[in-house]
């Protein structure tokens, strides 16, 4: 299924969804190109996978080095699923003591697009996947906008498990976590990555600007070349639905520096 056969089959819907007005689909449709899948196997091969490492082991008593015993890799050694598995077991701050599971992310692991959001709520808690709630129905009505179905993108949160009774994460809640978003970038080496809501957009972004302000912004991840795009959560714009028209121009803007990134080769 293309991102336009998509579109045009879903439009009125996720349109409305979004409330933009309709007149606005023809411009979306002419500027909007479908989305360009990888070719599935080909691109492997310059998405290289970390070989499986061994187990965690205990260290000796006395301190000193035993040289029968394997450290822990580090977080940025991890394959997928060892990443998983560490995240799973991760009690780097006080939010372990209170989720049902951790929420580790979604979504085609060699996906173009990346989705980051703040944390899980109550529903992710639950289910152990993100964006499930009335926000992820929002979001994946957002994606489809812009030609792209939930299972075609990856999702995740700058943290992991839910902060109690859905508060902001604190910073050092959001600094046990950062390194395994920081690897989950690396293994999935996204085209684009779109942020949505001021605390995952602070946190990436290292900065205490407003959305308002950091919308539009040509920004990129870290050090790397890879587009970063801020917009509203889906959670502010569900409390301000006037808003929505805003998150459609970024979605749009990120599929242009998307297109950018594709035309460049
Ligand atoms: N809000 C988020 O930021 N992430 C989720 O997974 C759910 C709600």
Request: glycine fraction near 8%; hydrophobic fraction near 35%.
């Amino acid at each position: 299924m293309t991102g336009k056969l998509m579109l045009s089959a879903n439009k009125r819907h996720v349109l409305d969804a979004l409330d933009i007005p309709r007149w606005q689909l023809r411009q979306t449709e002419a500027v909007i190109e479908p989305v360009a899948r990888p070719q599935s196997g080909l691109e492997s091969p310059s998405k290289p996978m970390v070989a499986d490492i061994p187990v965690d082991r205990p260290l000796p008593g006395n301190g000193s080095p035993d040289p029968t015993v394997v450290a822990s890799p580090s977080i940025d050694e991890l394959n997928w699923s060892d990443l998983y598995q560490r995240v799973a077991g991760c009690h780097a701050c006080g939010l372990s003591q209170q989720r049902t599971q951790t929420v580790f992310g979604v979504g085609d692991q060699s996906a173009d697009w990346l989705i980051v959001g703040e944390a899980p709520g109550q529903e992710e808690d639950q289910r152990g996947e993100p964006f499930v709630g009335r926000a992820g129905q929002l979001l994946d009505n957002m994606l489809q906008a812009i030609g792209l179905a939930r299972s075609q993108v990856y999702i995740t949160n700058i943290v992991k498990c839910r902060p109690p009774g859905n508060r902001d994460p604190h910073v050092d809640e959001r600094d046990a976590c950062r390194g395994y978003l920081k690897r989950q970038i690396a293994l999935l080496r996204p085209k684009i990555i779109v942020v949505v809501g001021r605390v995952a957009a602070h946190a990436l972004l290292e900065t205490e600007e407003a959305v308002g302000k950091l919308r539009g912004g040509e920004f990129n991840y870290g050090t790397s070349e890879i587009p970063l795009v801020v917009t509203y959560h889906p959670a502010y714009l569900l409390r301000s639905p006037s808003e929505k028209s805003k998150a459609w121009s970024d979605l749009c803007f990120a599929r242009e520096r998307y297109n950018a990134v594709l035309a460049k080769g």
